[in-house]
């Protein structure tokens, strides 16, 4: 019962963008993300912001650039891909346009203990094949428990669907949603682990990440505290978005970006 799609299915979204249809699902089909309810969002105020995509073009992720050659993303958005046929776009507000750089990946860490993302350890972490001159987003780590605060002010990013199953953005969108209590998550979730992970929303619902949100930044007090991971369906009342705990994994993600 993730996001529905997982945000990913690897050859599908090569195949999918090759012919103009933008929505793109996971490799493990039970997670969905884009950002539904957001706004448009400018990459000069959100530099470390990127999109991951395959060799033929196609937007399928989200991730962050946390140093100039390191990106943190989803591990189901590249648990059994290759470097190869990954690229990571930077700069690219429209992906309509040229602007930015794309960057080649030479390898692609996933969480060895990464099985599903409803299981917890969905993260990974990309190794460019340049280093991009840009402002990163730091890691939050053990210490940053207020940033995990039922309430929290957090920005979600991403170029994913605007709705459960509808069609990706064109361009960069963002929205703000607070932290949902592990308390209330876990309702809405018997598989939540408030350890691997942590959910923001509104209990109404109206505004999510969605399909090809995926890997994407959640951001509180200048800090990366999640990474987009899973859901039911997108933007549903009393469903908020689940996301990946940095600062679990903090001490593992810091050995991958500083190797």
């Known amino acids: 019962m993730a996001r529905t799609l997982h945000r990913l299915i690897t050859a599908l979204a090569a195949a999918v963008a090759a012919v103009g249809l933008l929505t793109v699902a996971p490799a493990n089909a039970d997670v969905t993300p884009y950002i ?9 105020e959100y530099p470390w912001t990127v999109y ?23 591990a ?31 390898n692609i860490w996933v969480h060895p203990s990464y099985r599903t993302a409803t299981s917890g350890y969905d993260v990974s972490v990309l190794t460019l094949d340049r280093n991009i001159t840009s402002a ?9 428990t207020a940033l995990y605060a039922a309430g929290t002010s957090t920005t979600i990013l991403g170029w994913g669907t605007t709705s459960s199953g509808g069609s990706a953005s064109r361009y960069l969108l963002k ?11 876990r309702q809405s979730y ?33 800090k990366l505290i ?9 933007a549903q009342a009393g469903y908020p978005g ?16 500083n190797a």
């Open 190 to 222: 018997p598989q939540y682990n408030s350890s691997a992970m942590v959910c923001a929303g509104y209990p109404r619902g109206g505004t999510d990440t969605c399909q090809g949100d995926s890997g994407g930044p959640i951001v509180a007090g200048g």
């Open 76 to 106: 189901h958005c590249t648990v059994n891909r290759s470097a190869a046929s990954t690229r990571v776009v930077w700069g690219r507000e429209d992906k309509q346009s040229s602007a930015g750089i794309v960057a080649s990946v030479t």
């Open 136 to 144: 990163y987003l730091p890691l939050a780590s053990s210490a940053d």
């Open 36 to 44: 539904v309810g957001g706004t448009r969002a400018s990459v000069s």
């Open 242 to 257: 689940v996301y990946a705990r940095i600062a679990t994994y903090h001490s593992e993600l810091t050995a991958q970006i």
């Open 226 to 234: 999640g990474a987009t991971s899973w859901g039911r369906g997108c």
């Open 52 to 74: 991951l995509a395959s060799s033929s073009g196609g937007q399928f992720c989200g991730g962050t650039l946390v140093k100039g050659n390191k990106v943190v993303t989803a």
């Open 175 to 185: 929205a703000n949603v607070p932290v949902v209590a592990d308390t209330s998550c």
